[in-house]
């Protein structure tokens, strides 16, 4: 349970959970996570910068007492949410000396939340900053990446910048550094596709505040510590700016078959126009991989049949995720299949309203697909394959 160093009189304290695998009981963990934790340890004062979860707080306290930390003079709290701020109650109790510093909206949410006595949390100011003697703690506002109270931290002196859940990834490793390493990225873009996606207008709003810092080292509050900041920086410039891809994303329910009729001959009718499809059926489906893909996607298909005059719930769930996911897609069209009526595209184009989509014509059968059907499904490949054109 040693101290890691990732720069001059800093180190990762933070914790390794190898075996979760449900984040705040939705999100799945098929990697597992980490709470990272930082000590920033000047001539005159020490900053802890996050406390981990509660459950990993022998972990922090550990590797504290690894590095002979004597006394806290402050803990940084970026963020209330508990895996990154549940274990300061504890931290305070250790450390009776150490004062919290948080943005204005994080003081209430931390009393609120944890329970914390006003008299040991300090407000700071979007742009303040504390000396430790030597090394310098300045706080960035970044609000709604993803809670209004949400800050970073920057360490001028050693061009660390401290990112909270901003570059994060659910990636349970024992390289605390990820040393340019690609393979970090697909569990990177779970985490921004699940939690990041929502608030990318946020992100674009705040970017050039990030780049014109041109950290050396970027440490967020899970996954690993990118000391080749380009990768992840190139990554999200891409995520967040870049326009969607030539991809349909076709998440779908069959009862019968007849839904999957349609979905099997759209996916060869894109596939010979040139358009990528992924088609996902919603019986088993990996939630963080839909959310990857919606990132990229230009076009959603949802596929399924008709249930009490409206679509499967599976389906009506994946509508309701991209509605708060938000993410670039363009266009949206509806195939399946009904027993004698419904109201299922109504219902389905109504549950993704805050996305905006252009809604292409759309196919629904009445039992099995007859020949026009599939000729429909047709037009809508060939519909698909113009409105991509250039992607």
Not at 300 to 317: E, F, K, M, R, S
Request: hydrophobic share 45%; glycine share 6%.
């Amino acid at each position: 349970m040693d101290a890691r160093r990732i720069a001059e009189s800093i180190h990762w304290v933070g914790a390794v959970d190898w075996d979760r695998r449900l984040f705040d009981d939705l999100i799945p963990l098929p990697d597992g996570t980490t709470y990272n934790a930082y000590l920033v340890q000047g001539a005159e004062k020490t900053a802890l910068l996050d406390a981990v979860d509660p459950a990993m707080l022998d972990k922090l306290l550990a590797r504290l007492s690894s590095a002979g930390v004597q006394k806290i003079d402050y803990v940084v709290s970026h963020h209330t949410e508990q895996d990154h701020s549940g274990g300061i109650p504890c931290i305070l109790a250790q450390y009776p000396e150490a004062q919290v510093l948080a943005s204005d909206k994080a003081r209430g949410l931390l009393m609120d939340h944890l329970g914390l006595p006003a008299d040991r949390l300090r407000v700071v100011q979007n742009g303040e900053k504390v000396d430790l003697g030597g090394l310098t703690l300045e706080f960035i506002y970044f609000p709604w990446v993803h809670w209004p109270e949400t800050m970073l931290t920057w360490v001028p002196e050693r061009r660390v910048l401290f990112t909270c859940d901003l570059f994060g990834s659910h990636l349970a490793t024992s390289d605390v550094l990820a040393h340019g390493d690609p393979q970090v990225l697909p569990a990177a873009k779970r985490y921004y596709a699940e939690i990041m996606m929502p608030f990318r207008n946020f992100i674009e709003r705040n970017w050039a505040r990030v780049t014109a810092l041109d950290p050396a080292v970027i440490a967020p509050s899970h996954g690993p510590v990118y000391d080749e900041p380009r990768l992840i920086l190139d990554a999200y410039q891409e995520w967040v700016f870049g326009p969607p891809k030539n991809l349909v994303l076709l998440p779908y329910i069959s009862m019968h078959g007849s839904t999957r009729i349609l979905v099997e001959h759209l996916v060869d009718a894109c596939a010979r126009r040139g358009v990528r499809i992924e088609q996902m059926n919603l019986v088993d489906t990996d939630v963080g991989r839909l959310a990857m893909l919606l990132v990229d996607a230009a076009t959603i298909v949802l596929g399924t049949p008709t249930i009490l005059n409206g679509p499967h719930p599976n389906v009506a769930y994946v509508a309701l995720l991209a509605n708060l996911l938000k993410p670039k897609a363009r266009y949206l069209s509806v195939i399946g299949s009904l027993g004698w009526a419904g109201k299922t595209v109504e219902q389905l184009g109504a549950m993704v309203s805050s996305l905006k989509l252009e809604m292409l014509p759309t196919v629904l059968c009445k039992g099995l697909p007859k020949p026009a059907d599939l000729e429909a499904i047709e037009q809508l490949a060939q519909t698909i394959a113009e409105k991509h054109a250039g992607l």
